[in-house]
């Protein structure tokens, strides 16, 4: 009995905590990972390569490039990455946009949510908050700085 008391009040000061963390409504950019990456290489090389990243970083179907126009250097993808918000990890949807020019590329993540299934249905919810996004921006963080090894790198020759 005493277990279960235990449990029951930690349970409660968990819920308590978890929602008064998730009050605090953010703003657009407080909502938006960006990041400008110097890369001694020509537009052309950074396009080719963020468009390889992208191609094996992302592997699903339904992670796709969305648009892409070579001229104007830019990609334009949809990704997911699976993060753990309670107590399972749960898929995290966005949009992913890679602007390049001649020795830079700008990396930014928004239209961040969260897919869940719900008695068999799937349901979207965007990330808002501050708890939220406390747990999404060190997974897209690490996702810039793969992008950045990658292009610093550059494909292998065989």
Do not use: H
């Amino acid at each position: 009995m005493r277990r279960i008391i235990i449990f029951i009040m930690i349970i409660t000061v968990l819920f308590v905590a978890f929602g008064c963390a998730t009050t605090q409504k953010l703003t657009k950019e407080e909502l938006t990972v960006q990041s400008i990456l110097e890369i001694s290489k020509s537009k052309t090389e950074l396009y080719k390569l963020s468009n390889e990243w992208m191609a094996k970083s992302f592997k699903s179907s339904k992670q796709v490039i969305q648009y892409q126009d070579k001229d104007e250097g830019i990609i334009v993808g949809k990704g997911f990455i699976g993060i753990t918000y309670t107590l399972f990890p749960m898929d995290t949807w966005f949009t992913m946009t890679i602007e390049i020019k001649d020795n830079k590329a700008r990396v930014t993540f928004e239209d961040i949510y969260i897919s869940q299934k719900v008695n068999y249905q799937t349901q979207e919810t965007p990330v808002t908050n501050k708890a939220q996004m406390d747990k999404v921006r060190p997974e897209l963080e690490k996702l810039i700085t793969d992008l950045s090894d990658y292009l610093q790198k550059g494909s292998e020759e065989w």
